[in-house]
């Protein structure tokens, strides 16, 4: 599957409960967060700067689902990166 000009095919990534001050922040408590986390399946030929298999932040509200070999990816335009995670944010 190869994305074509700004779309990008994304795989959601489920964060794992963290906590903070004591309580179990949940991905249902932290449905005010905007933007979610997301790896690089293919990016279309007219993006600049992503590749394969970068993490991103993009908008939640952005983008359509696709299943492809029985497995759910979801597509989004350029435009709706907000973030790309570097080495340092691993940290």
Do not use: C, W
């Not at 906590?19 to 030929?45: H, P, Q, W």
């Amino acid at each position: 599957m190869q994305a074509i000009n700004f779309n990008i095919v994304i795989e959601k990534i489920k964060d794992k409960p963290r906590t903070i001050a004591g309580l179990e922040i949940t991905e249902k408590l932290d449905s005010d967060n905007r933007y979610l986390r997301a790896k690089i399946i293919s990016v279309g030929e007219q993006v600049p700067v992503l590749k394969q298999e970068d993490i991103i932040h993009y908008d939640k509200h952005a983008g359509h689902g696709i299943t492809h070999g029985g497995k759910l990816y979801h597509l989004i335009n350029f435009g709706d990166v907000v973030i790309v995670e570097t080495t340092d944010d691993a940290e």
